[in-house]
């Protein structure tokens, strides 16, 4: 069954993640057909302006932890750990191995929209958490309902931060307030997060899907080789050259998180609908794998 739906009309395309009875949160399938509909519309010269949105009342979740808790796609495993004929590899114990299973395409999605040489506008309703608040932040528009909130929420469960959020938020809000947002995990209104910067238009929710495609089909009318010279030339003085290292950067860490017993505690937390209950542990220091643990992720 399909989740990602999208459409096209007059130069504008819509990409839709249909998945609410999982809040809109990307499994393995879900996030593979998400990057599809990214590279698609991308690459399409058809396509002169690109809106992300959720159903009605829900934008992204992130990954799917019911999919993490589960074990993900034994068949995807061989392909994204890079195993090689007549060489048996087996998955390392642990989450991290599930979670790059999803990010190596929601990553790779967030590439394409950052080099996209056309405007990517995230149209916000509901709540934007974790993932999807990555995915959000590294479009080059946002536009929120009166009804949206955006939340940092990875810490929630013991996780680092993923989908381009550690690299997007500082460039956006600041060092200091994107400090705030991770520690603190404030759920942030539309209004608030429009005061933040993080946020380009709060419309009405009765107007919403109105002037959410009035601003795309304002952009498709636009300048399309000026649009995307200046796009690069922008995306050039704020370091994007640096986005792809920093995806990886944040894979890595994500996923040896998710291999701690904070995310095992966590994630049972979630599940039992209850506050996570962290206790120091010398299991997991930022920053000081070593190289053979992190080749032992990534491979």
């Not at 096209?8 to 399938?29: E, M, Y």
């Not at 949105?53 to 392909?79: E, K």
């Not at 933040?196 to 009405?204: A, I």
């Not at 050259?241 to 944040?250: A, I, K, N, W």
Request: glycine share 8%.
């Amino acid at each position: 069954m399909t989740h990602i739906y999208v459409s096209q009309t007059n130069g504008v395309a819509v990409i839709t993640i249909d998945r609410a009875a999982r809040f809109n949160s990307l499994d393995i399938q879900t996030a593979q057909e998400f990057r599809r509909a990214g590279l698609q519309c991308a690459r399409d010269g058809q396509v002169r302006a690109v809106v992300i949105r959720g159903v009605p009342g829900v934008f992204c979740s992130g990954a799917d932890l019911q999919s993490i808790r589960d074990g993900g796609d034994a068949r995807d495993l061989a392909y994204l750990t890079h195993q090689h004929p007549g060489r048996e590899r087996r998955p390392r114990p642990g989450y991290g191995v599930v979670f790059k299973q999803i990010l190596e395409y929601i990553h790779s999605t967030i590439s394409e929209i950052r080099r996209a040489p056309k405007p990517f506008i995230a149209a916000v309703d509901g709540i934007a958490a974790a993932g999807g608040f990555g995915i959000a932040m590294a479009c080059d528009l946002v536009v929120a309902s009166e009804r949206a909130t955006f939340e940092w929420a990875y810490s929630r469960t013991g996780l680092t931060g993923a989908e381009s959020a550690t690299f997007m938020l500082p460039r956006l809000v600041g060092l200091r307030r994107s400090m705030e947002l991770m520690l603190l995990n404030r759920r942030l209104t539309a209004a608030e997060a429009r005061d933040y910067g993080l946020v380009t238009e709060v419309f009405p929710l009765a107007s919403f899907d109105e002037q959410t495609m009035a601003l795309a089909a304002r952009l498709a009318a636009g300048p399309p080789h000026a649009f995307a010279a200046a796009k690069e030339l922008l995306n050039q003085s704020a370091g994007m050259d640096q986005l792809d290292l920093h995806l990886d950067r944040e894979l890595q860490e994500l996923a040896r998180a998710a291999d701690g017993a904070e995310f095992a505690e966590g994630l049972t937390a979630f599940f039992d609908k209850r506050p996570a209950q962290f206790t120091p542990s010398d299991s997991y220091v930022p920053g000081h794998a070593s190289r053979s643990e992190m080749s032992a992720i990534l491979e």
